[in-house]
Antibody, heavy 119, light 107 residues
Framework: EVQLVESGGDLVQPGGSLRLPCVAS????????MTWVRQAPGKGLEWVAN????????NYADSVKGRFTISRDNAENSLYLQMNSLRAEDTAVYYC????????????WGQGTLVTVSS | DIQMTQSPSSVSASVGDRVTITCRAS??????LAWYQQKRGKAPKLLIN???TLQSGVPSRFSGSGSGTEFTLTISSLQPEDFATYYC?????????FGPGTKVDIK
């Protein structure tokens, strides 16, 4: 069974940092592009970043470029999101997701982890 | 970046109704569009990618069409489990972007 489990969500002060891990099971992430998507409370979905199979290609939303870093450890079957210089507007549930092999689109999602940025 | 819009923002419908949601891109995206369903408190679920390819396990009452800048998601006969928010996402160029969502609720 394919599973993605995010963790690391917390209350953090503005300007602080946080690292979110996402552990995959039931498949090898080494074969897939992987994505982070976030959703602010009561709001819509926002695509954050993605990374290709070997980590050589990374793409970011303008809203997080230069502050967030996506990475992966294929040996550990894990995806990460390093978030620096956090702002109140980064408050959201963060989902990790697997990109479909057949075409773009995220076909499996984790349950999400809540990041709250507040003083 | 490519901007996505959806209409309507919400729709009230009854079980058995036909529901159509429109998604428009600010520039041409070929057939690079995905549709998701999200229920309250849950992660999104991929319904359709490549504008019209139904994902495995998704009921055939869902269908997608369109290319270029205008796309539609149609639910041919609304079922109780279909009340949710639906999002489109362009997958043509990075950064990928989502539409603002369409909430389908009970009339």
């Amino acid at each position: 069974e394919v599973q993605l489990v995010e963790s690391g969500g917390d209350l953090v002060q503005p300007g602080g940092s946080l690292r979110l891990p996402c552990v995959a099971s039931g498949f090898r992430i080494s074969s897939y592009w992987m994505t982070w998507v976030r959703q602010a409370p009561g709001k819509g979905l926002e695509w954050v970043a993605n990374i290709n199979q070997d980590g050589s290609q990374k793409n970011y939303a303008d809203s997080v470029k230069g502050r967030f870093t996506i990475s992966r450890d294929n040996a550990e079957n894990s995806l990460y999101l390093q978030m620096n210089s956090l702002r109140a507007e980064d408050t959201a549930v963060y989902y990790c997701a697997r990109v479909s092999l057949s075409d773009w689109g995220e076909d499996y999602w984790g349950q999400g982890t809540l990041v709250t940025v507040s003083s | 970046d490519i901007q996505m819009t959806q209409s309507p923002s919400s729709v009230s419908a009854s079980v058995g109704d036909r529901v159509t949601i429109t998604c428009r891109a600010s520039q041409g995206i070929s057939s690079r569009l995905a549709w998701y369903q999200q229920k309250r408190g849950k992660a999104p679920k991929l319904l359709i990618n490549a504008a019209s390819t139904l994902q495995s396990g998704v009921p055939s009452r869902f269908s997608g069409s369109g290319s270029g800048t205008e796309f539609t998601l149609t639910i041919s006969s609304l079922q109780p489990e279909d009340f949710a928010t639906y999002y489109c996402q362009q997958t043509n160029s990075f950064p990928f972007t989502f539409g603002p969502g369409t909430k389908v609720d009970i009339k």
